[in-house]
Nanobody, 121 residues
């Protein structure tokens, strides 16, 4: 299973970006999907996550500005980021809990390659 993230870039403060992450492979099942971010010298932190039942969880710093959504038919998770601030600058990683024959049908955490988001004027 591979996670392919896209949609990062440079945006001015107050602007918007939409990140996408698609899972590909064969014969797998996804439970939760989410987005994390990391800046140099700091630990990776949860930004938002969504269960396969639709329950969402957000970091306090992004509540009201970011929205996570999923298209289960496409095994894709999105992160709509509005009212971006310079402190949102980070590498954003998508994450998914995946099970399949390659994991003996136990859920394992998979990571995408990361996409850079830079908020600057």
């Amino acid at each position: 299973v591979q996670l392919q993230a896209s949609g990062g870039g440079l945006v001015q403060p107050g602007g918007s970006l939409r990140l996408s992450c698609a899972a590909s492979g064969s014969a797998f099942s996804i439970r939760a999907m989410g987005w994390y971010r990391q800046v140099p010298g700091k630990q990776r932190e949860l930004v938002a996550s969504e269960s396969n039942g639709g329950s969402t969880n957000y970091a306090n710093s992004v509540k009201g500005r970011f929205t996570i959504s999923r298209d289960n038919a496409k095994n894709t998770v999105y992160l709509q980021m509005n009212s971006l601030k310079p402190e949102d600058t980070a590498v954003y990683y998508c994450n998914a809990d995946v099970s399949g024959p390659h994991t003996s049908w136990k859920y394992v955490s998979y990571w995408g390659q990361g996409t850079q988001v830079t908020v600057s004027s």
